[in-house]
Antibody, heavy 123, light 105 residues
């Protein structure tokens, strides 16, 4: 069974840091791009960023709202994806999902998604 | 990039069909990158329902279908069932729509 399980969420003060993890199983993790998507309470989905696979040099992309503060990394030997979040702001409060990013031609889609982990930024 | 435009809410009675629109521009929805659609029940993770504009993943009911005309993509759900009540999101590349709450009356 293809599965993604996030961990590491919690309460952090503004300006603080937090590292999220996503453990993958049931598929060849190293072959795939992986993404983080977040959802603020009562709001819609917002793409956070992605890491490409080894064949594409593990390059990363970020949403403008997190660029320079968040860093995505991966460890293919551990089938794991990470999101290092620094300089956190109250507006970063959200459930953070990891998702496998699949491509065909010009199109991409996210499947599956993890269950999410809640990050609360508050003093 | 701006979020794609979806209606905030749609509703229908059991057995009816509904359509959710997703409007973008020639740079996203109208481009070669075909839209994907996600269903999200309260407190749950999103679930892929349609990819590449009109393809259904294994296990997704054939009551769900996707299409595109110009800069607008659409998700149609036929034979509405109570379990279809959820939020639905479209996505082009990494840009999501604002979401549509489907109510089954």
């Amino acid at each position: 069974e293809v599965q993604l399980v996030e961990s590491g969420g919690g309460l952090v003060q503004p300006g603080g840091s937090l590292r999220l993890s996503c453990a993958a199983s049931g598929f060849t993790f190293s072959d795939h791009y992986m993404d983080w998507v977040r959802q603020a309470p009562g709001k819609g989905l917002e793409w956070v960023g992605r890491t490409r696979n080894k064949a594409n040099s593990y390059t990363t992309e970020y949403a403008a709202s997190v660029k320079g503060r968040f860093t995505i990394s991966r460890d293919d030997s551990k089938n794991s994806l990470y999101l290092q979040m620094n300089s956190l702001k109250t507006e970063d409060t959200a459930v953070y999902y990891c998702a496998r990013d699949q491509h065909s031609g010009w199109s991409n889609w996210f499947d599956p998604w993890g269950q999410g982990t809640l990050v609360t930024v508050s003093s | 990039q701006s979020a794609l435009t979806q209606p905030a809410s749609v509703s229908g009675s059991p057995g009816q069909s509904i359509t959710i629109s997703c409007t973008g521009t020639s740079s996203d929805v109208g481009s070669y990158n075909l839209v994907s659609w996600y269903q999200q029940h309260p407190g749950k993770a999103p679930k892929l329902m349609i990819y590449e504009g009109s393809k259904r993943p294994s296990g997704v009911s054939n009551r769900f279908s996707g299409s595109k005309s110009g800069n607008t993509a659409s998700l149609t759900i036929s034979g509405l069932q109570a379990e279809d009540e959820a939020d639905y999101y479209c996505c082009s590349y990494v840009v999501f729509g604002g979401g549509t709450k489907l109510t089954v009356l």
